[in-house]
């Protein structure tokens, strides 16, 4: 789902034995999902106007800001808030 591979794996395993300084184990999953749901979401979004869905709509039904979705649309670089993307 997140695409971590065995070499990330041991990648992960051998920076983190080297210096506790890094992010956990955790922090990198929880980024790779982030940007999964991320991905997933910016789906939807083309989708659903593909459908026939309005703009404004969109926006109500994934909770976003309508500014979002028409960035998403255009292509435009977009940060989700976190809090989103961390739904289950």
Known sequence: ???VTLSDLEFLRQ????DSET???AEYIKVKVRV????VMISLIRNALKQ???EDLIAR???????LIRKVLN??????????????
């Open 75 to 88: 292509n435009e670089t977009v940060d989700i808030p976190f809090h989103l993307l961390d739904q289950e």
């Open 23 to 25: 992010v956990t184990f």
């Open 36 to 39: 999964a749901h991320r991905n």
């Open 61 to 67: 039904i994934i909770n976003l800001d309508p500014a």
């Open 15 to 18: 920076r983190f034995s080297a």
């Open 52 to 54: 026939g869905l309005s």
């Open 1 to 3: 789902y997140a695409q």
